[in-house]
């Protein structure tokens, strides 16, 4: 393998990083996504076995063994990038901790908690290649650092941006000079396999700070309001002109034992640009009425709000899903045996925050979502919903966890089902 191999699959700048790359300890890619960071990063990486130390090992870190596979073996095995020479001295197994790469051994560690540290502690390592960094708990980068202590070693690095005051940003890339590293930014333009029109549907993808980062690649911090973008004019509509559904998707519950236990309807509507539809909500607090229910109360109440053949909705449509929080085992199991029998029962909510959040604010920045005036917890709550400060400067993302429920309800139905209403809406 050599540069003119190289040029004939990467860009000139994917190009400029492999090879600037090579004059340092340290090498960080960061940028947005697609922009072919992780590409440049692995050839790189490719060039490094060659040469790397023979005195200490060679590791692959991940958040785990799952992400490392999908990541990074999963491209190695892309012919049309890597070509078949390449491809064919590269082995490993789904869920092994090591592989073979161009002769050399490579262990793979996964490092999603602060526990890591202890698989890499007193090891010496030759070379190592990090995916995700920004994701790493701070003491395990310090700690594999630290075991980079052969003449030579080295390790390569991508990410996608976080906050500004993100660690690895302030104590590693605005520190550059004294630390022997070189980053390189990327954005989907340094990427030349895409088309215009994937682009433009990535840039569709997000909004807010999700769009500074995943888009533009930029550092920035999740500060103010969660969803700056609402705006009661544009997004809330009088329950009797909501229009014609095709589809009742489901309902997102939150549970509370001491705090509210709310529910969200969500619809697709019947239109030539169909949009989603928070349709109605229901809830108990158990603070404002000072009586603490059981699970199988709460599940007689909510149960007597769902739909009927009598009630007012504009469709003879009934909910597909439940989708519920992921931490209510008990009253999960209680509506699975109150439910038994009929064709709606609960299913964990996928409760990823930060990428919930993503899909919620993107919706109301497109005016694909709107929401009855049959919703009013979710409105009370959705012009209340910030960052918090305290977590920004630490550089975490963090919402504040007050006064949400009904925004986690109307975030578990709808980011659960994203793969049910996305081909209705891009179809438009």
């Known amino acids: 393998m050599n540069l003119s191999d190289i040029e004939r699959l990467v860009s000139k700048a994917q190009i400029l990083s ?5 004059d340092r300890k340290l ?21 490094a076995i060659v040469v790397a130390p023979r005195t200490g090992i060679i590791i692959i870190v991940g958040g785990s063994l799952q992400t490392i596979y999908q990541n990074i073996f999963v491209l190695f095995q892309n012919t049309t990038i890597f070509g078949s020479v390449i491809t064919s001295q590269i082995h490993y197994t789904p869920g092994a901790t090591s592989a073979v790469i161009l002769g050399r051994e490579v262990l793979l560690v996964g490092a999603k908690d602060a526990k890591a540290v202890g698989r890499i502690q007193g090891a010496t390592v030759a070379l190592a290649y990090v995916d995700e960094a920004a994701l790493m708990p701070e003491d395990f980068w310090n700690m594999l650092i630290s075991r980079l202590r052969v003449d030579g070693a080295r390790l390569l690095a991508t990410m996608n941006p976080a906050s500004k005051n993100h660690w690895i940003r302030k104590k590693w890339i605005l520190e550059a000079g004294t630390k022997n590293l070189i980053s390189f930014h990327f954005t989907m333009k340094d990427n030349p396999n895409l088309s215009a029109e994937y682009i433009a549907d990535m840039e569709a993808s997000f909004s807010g700070v999700f769009y500074d980062r995943m888009i533009k690649g930029e550092w920035t911090n999740a500060a103010g309001a969660v969803y700056p973008m609402w705006d009661e004019k544009r997004h809330v509509i009088p329950f009797d002109q909501m229009p014609q559904m095709q589809d009742i998707i489901g309902i997102g519950m939150d549970y509370g034992t001491t705090n509210a236990t709310t529910a969200l309807m969500l619809g697709l509507t019947d ?9 109605d ?8 009425s000072g009586i603490r229910l059981t699970d199988a109360e709460l599940s007689k109440r909510f149960r007597e709000w ?19 929080d992921p931490a209510a085992a008990s009253f999960r199991q209680q509506l699975h045996n109150d439910l038994r029998g009929q064709s709606l029962s609960p299913w964990a909510a996928d409760n990823s925050v930060l990428a919930g959040i993503a899909t919620i604010g993107n919706l109301l920045d497109r ?3 709107i929401v009855t005036d049959r919703c009013p917890g979710w409105q009370s709550e959705v012009t209340e919903y910030r960052w918090s400060e305290k977590a920004t400067d630490k550089g975490d993302d963090e919402v504040v966890k007050e006064d ?4 986690d ?12 209403w996305t081909p209705a809406l891009h179809a438009a």
């Open 367 to 369: 005016d694909q979502l």
């Open 306 to 324: 769902l739909p009927k053949e009598h009630t007012p909705y504009p469709t003879l449509l009934q909910p597909r899903f439940i989708m519920l």
């Open 281 to 288: 909500e229901w809830g108990y607090d158990s603070k404002e």
């Open 404 to 407: 949400d429920h009904y925004l």
């Open 27 to 47: 090498a960080l890619w960061y940028g947005s996504v697609s922009a072919g960071k992780t590409v440049a990063s692995l050839f790189a990486f490719l060039l």
């Open 409 to 420: 309800g109307g975030r578990y139905i709808t980011h659960s089902t994203k793969n049910i």
């Open 18 to 22: 492999i090879v600037d790359a090579m």
């Open 271 to 279: 239109e030539t640009k169909p949009r989603l539809v928070l349709m």
